[in-house]
């Protein structure tokens, strides 16, 4: 079981909707991650969180928008969703000291539509 | 910058064959380096991790040693199982300014046929 708890685990939204994933963590983790998988490909790191503060962000275009309500919560806000964003969206949790692996969630499975 | 190169696959063995990955970096710096397992439909999990040279990392049989002089993290498996098959992804992760990042290799598809 894997201790990064993701919902939903699909979602299909249409372009002009607006939606979000979320993300929980209860081990104490101080970073948080968003990455995008595409299929048969890597993970792509979207953003970080670092103490509940954005620290990382790959250049991802503003259709995405992620938030940090506290220590334990991630969510990614989307809207105005192309079909070539759908993807498995992947959150993470690290203790942050470079030398710490990350947990992965199981993802959220995203098409648009 | 900072980059993983990875064996292609997809790699096909039989059960209780020898399995190697080969995995190669290059990184500033001193990285901390993983290997992650994908099984299909799911998030990747950590298998083994190394944080300095000349560590070996182990794990459910799975070993990994981190190689400095030829920035290599090969994984090895002695006898592997049907239940090894998955996308295996090799991984260095370096410190910037506090913040960490993840640098993925392409990923390995292996199949284990009985």
């Known amino acids: 079981d894997t201790e990064v708890t993701q919902t939903p685990k699909h979602l299909v939204m249409g372009m002009t909707n607006k939606k979000s994933l979320k993300c929980e963590q209860h081990m104490g983790h101080r970073a948080m991650y968003w990455y995008k998988q595409k299929a048969k490909k890597p993970p792509e790191l979207m953003f970080v969180y670092s103490y509940e503060k954005l620290s990382i962000n790959e250049s991802v275009p503003s259709r995405f928008s992620p938030e940090c309500p506290n220590s334990s919560l991630l969510n990614l806000h989307l809207h105005a969703l192309q079909p070539e964003d759908s993807a498995l969206y992947l959150c993470?949790?690290?203790?942050?000291?470079?030398?710490?692996?990350?947990?992965f969630g199981n993802g959220t499975r995203l098409t648009v539509t | 910058g900072d980059s993983v190169t990875q064996m292609e696959g997809p790699v096909t063995l039989s059960e209780e064959a020898f399995l190697t990955i080969n995995c190669t970096y290059t990184a500033t710096g001193y990285p901390s380096l993983f290997w992650y397992v994908q099984y299909p439909g799911e998030g990747l999990q950590l298998l083994l991790k190394a944080t300095k040279a000349d560590d070996k990392g182990s794990n459910k049989g799975f070993e990994a040693t981190y190689r400095k002089e030829t920035t290599s993290f090969h994984l090895e498996k002695g006898s592997v199982q049907v239940s090894d098959s998955a996308v295996y992804f090799c991984?260095?992760?370096?410190?910037?300014?506090?913040?960490?990042?993840?640098?993925f290799g392409t990923g390995t598809r292996l199949t284990i046929i009985p």
């Open positions: 993470a949790s690290s203790q942050g000291t470079g030398k710490s692996p990350l947990h």
């Open positions: 991984a260095l992760s370096v410190t910037n300014f506090g913040n960490e990042k993840l640098t």
